[in-house]
């Protein structure tokens, strides 16, 4: 087998990762699709399967490939939603939604114990954000459970605020909080991304105009997924 021609690098580690990361941008590797098995690439480069792991761990935490346990380890699709943070409409063009579940539950997700929460049930609506046939984002909202049937029909259609307004129901003021943080496993599920992969996460509490509605949620998506752009006056 003739072996690849690698060029110089600091470390082993890390030669083997630039040729792999050369082989994906050239499309030697194509999107979606497996690299070579552990014992293949250490077969090739005639190096150690420990030095393999190194460079495929490094390039997983770049977001450039993804493990799934039991299949190997795929060429992630590089899709990137470009987002333009509206407190107020947490709308995303072209994408499409699709329905997680529809739930009354107390908030225990600790990724909203920065924000004040109440005691008690609430509706709990998931949902994720579609873009080319991938996923970008996953929201997770909670809400008065005394909403009518009518209106939570709706919520699998369209943002919880969008079908709030459809039935005169506005929101008046928004408290968000930006910050990022490793996934959980229910995004590492969804997203296909390996544990304590960074995801950016926009938490709120919404008022409206009928004081009994109160909206809490976060949506979350990984960094290699999503970025926000801010329009200041």
């Known amino acids: 087998m003739i072996k690849p021609q690698l060029q110089p690098s600091p470390s082993l580690h890390e030669t083997v990762r630039e040729e792999l990361r050369r082989r994906i941008a050239v499309g030697t590797y194509s999107p979606d699709a497996a690299i070579p098995s552990t014992a293949m690439l250490s077969e090739e480069f005639g190096v150690s399967s420990i030095t393999i792991k190194r460079a495929l761990r490094d390039l997983q935490a770049a977001g450039t490939l993804v493990s799934i346990p039991g299949k190997g380890t795929y060429v992630k699709q590089q899709k990137r939603l470009l987002h333009q943070l509206d407190a107020m409409q947490p709308s995303f063009d072209d994408s499409s939604i699709r329905s997680v579940s529809v739930t009354r539950e107390k908030i225990s997700d600790p990724t909203l114990s920065t924000i004040a929460l109440p005691d008690h049930v609430m509706l709990c609506v998931r949902k994720t954000i579609w873009m080319d046939d991938a996923p970008v984002v996953y929201d997770t909202t909670y809400l008065s459970p005394d909403i009518?049937?009518?209106?939570?029909?709706?919520?699998?259609?369209?943002?919880?605020v969008d079908a709030l307004a459809k039935h005169a129901i506005h929101v008046t003021r928004t408290y968000l909080i930006i910050d990022a943080a490793p996934a959980t496993a229910e995004v590492e599920e969804i997203f296909g991304v390996p544990n304590g992969y960074p995801v950016l996460r926009r938490l709120y509490r919404m008022m409206t105009s009928e004081p009994g509605i109160i909206v809490y949620g976060v949506l979350q998506a990984p960094f290699d997924r999503l970025a926000c752009t801010v329009d200041f006056p």
């Open 148 to 160: 009518g049937d009518d209106i939570v029909d709706e919520f699998g259609e369209r943002f919880v």
